[in-house]
């Protein structure tokens, strides 16, 4: 996994803080890498403001926690942790890696969320996808001496995360096969997940994680006909080519 290099990947998540790719869609990373595709996730900040565990706390946690996903590809951004912040400065920031791996499918957070943070991100991650397009913005970085300058990209599809969201999904992937791996890499954030003194009335009892995590999967598995899913939403409409190959029976 390259926590740094570019390298082309086909799907990149996007998210606010290290461990929410893990809750929302780390499932369906391992579905799309089970399938051969080639997935990254971009971190926008550092976890330097948490109230458990350190900023290399967090970055050992992820590193082994994309390892268990098999992503290509994760690097967190300097954004900072709760405040993260829609400015033309940060934009350029994402669409800098944007332009480097290539993306097809770009995975966001959904628009509405309890952490300011993840809603920021929704918003600041799309309108990066869009700057990353534009041929005459230029999103050079310094590394050293020289300017590392990427071509225009832009993904074609975007989707959204939505699985704390009070909203009817667009559609939801099956993860049942993957449903362990999924929890074992959420469950690498031992400075999130273990039990501990810091902020225990504000963190889910460590008992409790598996028993939540798997009720919500199931939930969103039930809606789609299989046993666990993770649901997300997309702004456009949806465009079918044959009727008899829609799946989720009706009735």
């Known amino acids: 996994m390259g926590s740094g290099a570019a390298s082309t990947v086909d799907i990149l998540a996007i998210a606010a803080h290290r461990d929410d790719v893990e809750q929302t869609c780390g499932g369906t990373l391992l579905r799309m890498a089970a399938r051969g595709l ?28 994309g390892r268990i996903l098999g992503v290509r590809y994760r690097h967190a951004l300097d954004l900072p942790d709760g405040a993260v912040a829609n400015t033309l400065e940060n934009r350029l920031k994402i669409a800098q890696v944007v332009r480097q791996l290539r993306p097809r499918v770009v995975i966001l957070p959904y628009w509405e969320a309890r952490h300011p943070d993840h809603a920021t991100c929704a918003v600041l991650g799309y309108e990066a996808c869009f700057v990353a397009g534009l041929s005459k913005i230029e999103t050079g970085i310094e590394t050293g001496t020289k300017a590392t300058v990427a071509a225009p990209h832009r993904p074609f599809k975007i989707v959204y995360a939505s699985l704390y969201a009070d909203v009817r999904p667009s559609f939801v992937v099956d993860i049942s096969p993957w449903i362990e791996q999924r929890h074992a890499a959420l469950m690498a ?8 003194s810091e902020g225990e009335n504000l963190f889910v009892p460590e008992e409790e994680i598996r028993e939540r995590t798997f ?28 009727l008899t190959l829609i799946p989720v029976q009706s009735i």
Request: hydrophobic share 30%.
């Open 189 to 196: 954030y031992k400075s999130q997940y273990a039990n501990r």
């Open 38 to 65: 080639r997935t990254g996730i971009l971190d926008l900040t550092q976890g330097e403001s948490g109230t458990r565990g350190s900023r290399q706390d967090r970055a050992a946690e992820a590193e082994e926690a």
């Open 215 to 242: 009720s919500e999967a199931r939930h969103y598995g039930l809606l789609a006909g299989v046993r666990y899913g993770e649901p997300f939403v997309q702004r456009e409409v949806g465009l079918v080519d044959d």
